[in-house]
T-cell receptor, first 116, second 118 residues
Framework: AQKVTQAQTEISVVEKEDVTLDCVYETRDTTYYLFWYKQPPSGELVFLIRRNSFDEQNEISGRYSWNFQKSTSSFNFTITASQVVDSAVYFC?????????????FGKGTRLSVIA | DVKVTQSSRYLVKRTGEKVFLECVQD?????MFWYRQDPGLGLRLIYFSYDVKMKEKGDIPEGYSVSREKKERFSLILESASTNQTSMYLC?????????????????FGPGTRLTVL
């Protein structure tokens, strides 16, 4: 069975601080994909990134970076110099061939509050 | 840009009523999904559809049914609403018909419908 754990339920930081959101996953598949989504207060989830299981290169996009480590089954997300607009709920998700009833399995989400 | 729209942002219904939640996407996506989101539980899949008239149960299909008569529209039906179905309902769509595409392609979400059952 696939599982995604986001141990941090809520995080609060002051603007301009760096913050890392943790994501740990479980799967027996060798081919799988990991995703991060952002859900701002408006409610609509927005896709941020996808990584496949064969590509462990870290990725950077502006203030966002992602660290994928198969050895620890983690796919962590770091926001550098956080801004108030980063306040949202962030979801990590996993898809794999043997996902059973659910093509995409979500973690429970981490609510990030960035205080001015 | 992909656009997924949901018929209502907020809905209040009474116990026992039949409730229809409508979702429309405008990018010719094959796959459509219905999730419910509850505090502390994240997103849970109710049903999904990979083609017109096709449907698959997700993790929590009990108490729900779906209809997909046209490619762009996916409806979630609560036959007899109950208070434990009070939740945020999110619709999503993605491209591709094969299993590989189903797990590879990102899903695009609508703004959600907050349903309250009294």
């Amino acid at each position: 069975a696939q599982k995604v754990t986001q141990a941090q339920t809520e995080i609060s930081v002051v603007e301009k601080e760096d913050v890392t959101l943790d994501c740990v996953y479980e799967t027996r598949d060798t081919t799988y994909y990991l995703f991060w989504y952002k859900q701002p207060p408006s409610g609509e989830l927005v896709f941020l990134i996808r990584r496949n299981s064969f590509d462990e290169q870290n990725e950077i996009s502006g203030r966002y970076s992602w660290n994928f480590q198969k050895s620890t089954s983690s796919f962590n997300f770091t926001i550098t110099a956080s801004q108030v607009v980063d306040s949202a709920v962030y979801f990590c998700a996993l898809s794999a061939v043997n996902s059973g009833n659910t093509p995409l399995v979500f973690g429970k989400g981490t609510r990030l509050s960035v205080i001015a | 840009d992909v656009k997924v729209t949901q018929s209502s942002r907020y809905l209040v219904k009474r116990t026992g009523e039949k409730v229809f939640l409508e979702c429309v996407q405008d990018m010719d996506h094959e796959n459509m999904f219905w999730y419910r989101q509850d505090p502390g539980l994240g997103l849970r899949l109710i049903y999904f559809s990979y083609d017109v008239k096709m449907k698959e149960k997700g993790d929590i299909p009990e108490g729900y049914s779906v209809s997909r008569e046209k490619k762009e529209r996916f409806s979630l039906i609560l036959e007899s609403a109950s208070t434990n179905q009070t939740s945020m309902y999110l619709c999503a769509s993605s491209l591709g018909t094969s299993g590989a595409f189903l797990i590879y392609n990102e899903q695009f979400f609508g703004p959600g419908t907050r349903l309250t059952v009294l």
